[in-house]
């Protein structure tokens, strides 16, 4: 788990010397809250020890931690905006710390980046959004145990509304040639994360399937 020694280093690389613990204390909070099943402290736990493999390569490590601290502090399965308000957040935490205006606008950037709707515009996008579908990549237990832990945040779906959309999200990701934008992550994660894609399509496939005939 994150601990408060790398959260005031993290806010120290900012330039910010004074680190907010209350602040650390209820974005885990957040984490922990009952209705999430995947987007919870083991998945950002996850993203920060992926990112520690290519800290090497962030043009801004720094802020590219924090977005991986802020990237689902708001998550509401019903919620249209959760990114832009947990970038908004974020922004504003960082100006109320004394951050500048550019390190504010970046982090409120990456944050936004993991709509995963538009290309990355710089390297340090491609990164925050390698590391956020790293799991994609997983291997094939813990690949299918996500995707359990997904349908569970999604329990007050009809099953068919479920699996119609999540087969159309899944897609998308196959779509991409590569699914991946670093080195690293494609080099270590593609070819496991279009097995796992291709199966759990055609699962949900399969399924839809059987219930039209």
Avoid at 117 to 136: G, R, S, Y
Avoid at 192 to 201: D, E, I, K, P, T
């Amino acid at each position: 788990m994150p601990t408060e020694q790398a959260w005031q280093w993290m806010w120290q690389g900012l330039g910010l010397a004074q680190p907010d613990h209350a602040l650390m204390r209820t974005l885990l909070e957040r984490y922990a809250q009952p209705h999430r099943k995947y987007h919870t402290r083991q998945h950002l736990d996850a993203c920060l020890k992926h990112f520690e493999a290519v800290r090497h390569a962030a043009t801004h490590p720094h802020e590219i931690e924090l977005a991986l601290w802020f990237h689902d502090a708001v998550y509401d399965i019903a919620g249209a905006a959760n990114e832009a308000q947990s970038a908004d957040w974020a922004r504003d935490v960082l100006q109320a710390a004394g951050a500048s205006s550019e390190v504010a606008a970046r982090v409120h950037a990456l944050v936004m980046a993991t709509c995963h709707n538009t290309q990355p515009q710089t390297p340090d996008q491609e990164i925050l959004l390698d590391v956020d579908l790293a799991i994609l990549g997983a291997p094939a237990a813990l690949f299918d145990a996500y995707e359990t832990q997904i349908r569970a945040e999604y329990a007050s779906v009809p099953e068919e509304t479920f699996r119609k959309g999540r087969r159309q999200i899944l897609e998308s990701f196959l779509s991409r040639r590569p699914i991946f934008h670093t080195h690293h992550f494609s080099a270590h994660y593609e070819a496991q994360a279009h097995a796992n894609l291709r199966r759990s399509v055609s699962r949900l496939q399969d399924r839809q399937q059987y219930r039209g005939s």
